[in-house]
């Protein structure tokens, strides 16, 4: 195996839009990395926090220089964390992968309601959501190798995924 065999994969969209039902569907053999499970383990409580993200990007280049292909389940709707995640593939000189999970704010509200008090606050959902079409624009000029572009609520389903490679 050679380091460009390994591929960090990030997931980018709102709480609530089908990241991690994507990444269930179509993971194999990639490390997970989730803001989530860090939220799980520690005393920081159910909303996001910078410690949280910055403690996977602190785990994901000693993975990826070992071999071990990653996919980080977080939102990734501001550039710097995008930026951050490329940063970190190129270091790792590993293959560079977004996956875009374009789901409407209103079945986004709607899920996280039915996680009840485990669910993410509105107000962060809105958010996300509100950067979702800066994101898509801003994304093809980023400079990921590919975009994986899922839309509506097939969510999960490789038919439902379009693959497309940036023209460089």
Request: proline residues 5%; positive net charge; hydrophobic residues 35%.
């Amino acid at each position: 195996m050679t380091l460009r065999d390994v591929t960090l994969t990030i997931m980018c969209g709102p709480p609530g839009a089908g990241k991690s039902y994507w990444i269930a569907a179509n993971r194999t053999t990639e490390e997970l990395l989730s803001t989530e499970m860090v939220r799980r383990m520690s005393a920081i409580g159910r909303r996001s926090s910078p410690n949280q993200l910055a403690g996977i990007k602190l785990l994901a280049p000693d993975l990826l220089r070992r071999g071990q292909s990653v996919i980080v389940d977080a939102c990734s709707t501001k550039v710097q964390d995008r930026r951050d995640w490329l940063s970190i593939a190129r270091f790792a000189s590993a293959h560079t992968r977004i996956v875009i999970v374009d789901t409407d704010l209103a079945t986004c509200l709607a899920r996280q309601a039915e996680r009840g008090t485990s669910g993410v606050p509105e107000p962060i959902i809105r958010q996300h959501s509100d950067r979702m079409p800066h994101a898509m624009t801003l994304i093809p000029l980023e400079g990921w190798e590919d975009i994986v572009t899922v839309t509506g609520r097939v969510e999960g389903s490789r038919s439902g995924s379009t693959l497309t490679s940036p023209s460089t």
